[in-house]
Nanobody
């Protein structure tokens, strides 16, 4: 059972930046894809960004495009999410996830592996 551990969350003022990191117990080399999700208070879980291991092709949600960057360092077995120009609307619990073919990175369906999450709080 793959275990994912996120780090890098915290509190930041509006306009600031944070970088989230995720490590996998088995490494990412043999995975199909991975990504980041968030869940804001009272809202459904939603995809932020995802990346495919073989091509390193990345996809971003509308709110993440242009401000967030997902990257994979295979040598370090680390998945990262660089978040810039943060706003209070980005306040959420952020989760790392590892998917398989058919996984849905919009709402998280059919994704077998999840981290415990790391909290991001952006103050105005």
């Amino acid at each position: 059972q793959m275990q994912l551990v996120e780090s890098g969350g915290g509190s930041v003022a509006s306009g600031g930046s944070l970088t989230l990191s995720c490590t996998a117990s088995d490494g990412f080399a043999s995975t199909h894809s991975m990504g980041w999700f968030r869940q804001r208070t009272g809202k459904h879980r939603e995809g932020v960004a995802n990346i495919y291991t073989d091509t390193l092709r990345a996809h971003y949600s509308k709110f993440a495009t242009g401000r967030f960057t997902i990257s994979l360092d295979s040598a370090k077995n680390t998945l990262s999410l660089q978040m810039n120009n943060l706003t209070p609307e980005n306040t959420a619990m952020y989760y790392c996830a590892v998917g398989v073919p058919g996984s849905d990175y919009v709402d998280g369906d059919r994704i077998p592996y999840w981290g415990q999450g790391t909290q991001v709080t952006v103050s105005s």
